[in-house]
């Protein structure tokens, strides 16, 4: 099981971005998936989760009304859309997945390499 997070860059406070998460050798549609993010000095934490039917995400308080995350099983993806980006919010970010049929509040078994997001005027 590989994850691949990609989507980060450089953004201005307000901004946007879609972070992408792919997989390699299997359905991701199958796996609840977790994007989680640690900023330098700190621990990592989660930011949001989707279950395997979709319903009832979990966001971090901090960015509920700001982050959306969503599936494409066409495409095999799992976005994260970030908007009103602020200086908090940069980090490397990561996605991540517990073992098949365990939800979002199992630990997670599988990791992708980081994206970086650094939002800066």
């Known amino acids: 099981v590989q994850l691949q997070a990609s989507g980060g860059g450089l953004v201005q406070p307000g901004g946007s971005l879609r972070l992408s998460c792919t997989a390699s050798?299997?359905?991701?549609?199958?796996?609840?998936i977790a994007w989680f993010r640690q900023a330098p000095g700190k621990e990592r934490e989660g930011v949001s989760c989707?279950?395997?039917?979709?319903?009832?995400?979990y966001y971090k308080d901090s960015v509920k009304g700001r982050f959306t995350i969503s599936r494409d099983n066409g495409k095999n993806t799992v976005y994260l859309q970030m908007n009103s980006l602020n200086s908090e919010d940069t980090a490397v970010y990561y996605c991540?997945?517990?073992?098949?049929?365990?939800?979002?509040?199992?630990?997670?078994?599988?990791w992708g390499k980081g994206t970086q997001v650094t939002v800066s005027s």
């Open positions: 991540a997945a517990p073992r098949v049929g365990r939800g979002c509040y199992y630990g997670m078994d599988y």
């Open positions: 050798g299997f359905a991701l549609d199958d796996y609840a």
């Open positions: 989707i279950g395997k039917s979709d319903s009832s995400p």
